[in-house]
């Protein structure tokens, strides 16, 4: 069974760091690119980072650039992100996600709208 498993969210003052594990299980992320997205209470979904296949390109938000960090440890078949400085406004249900279906699922150009299998999601709440 395709599995993707979010954990590591939780509540946390504004300038404290969380990290987010996503651990895959009946495939091999080596395989796909994964992608991290969020979405706060009455706003749209927003892309906050992606890893390619290669474990190697990334992709990050401008409004995350620079303070989370994205990255794969093959052995565990897991994703984490790593975010630190946190603000309020990225209090949010943050998901990762995969795309099994397009020929594109190897990459992270225009992720956000090709991901077609996702967690259940892990809640990160920013708040003094």
């Given at each position: 069974q395709l599995?993707?498993?979010e954990s590591g969210?939780?509540?946390v003052?504004?300038?404290g760091s969380l990290r987010?594990?996503?651990?895959?299980s009946g495939f091999s992320l080596e395989h796909y690119a994964i992608g991290w997205i969020r979405q706060a209470p009455g706003k749209e979904r927003e892309g906050v980072s992606c890893i390619e296949f290669s474990g190697v390109v990334t992709d990050?938000?401008?409004s995350v650039n620079g303070r989370?960090?994205?990255?794969r440890d093959s052995a565990k078949n897991t994703v984490y992100l790593q975010m630190?400085?946190?603000k309020p406004e990225d209090t949010a249900v943050y998901y990762c996600a995969a795309d099994f279906e397009t020929r594109h699922r190897l990459y992270c150009s225009g992720y956000v709208s090709r991901m077609d299998h996702w967690g259940k999601g892990t809640l990160v709440t920013v708040s003094s």
């Open positions: 599995q993707l498993v969210g939780g509540l003052q504004p300038g987010l594990s996503c651990a895959a990050y938000a401008d989370f960090t994205i990255s630190n400085s946190l």
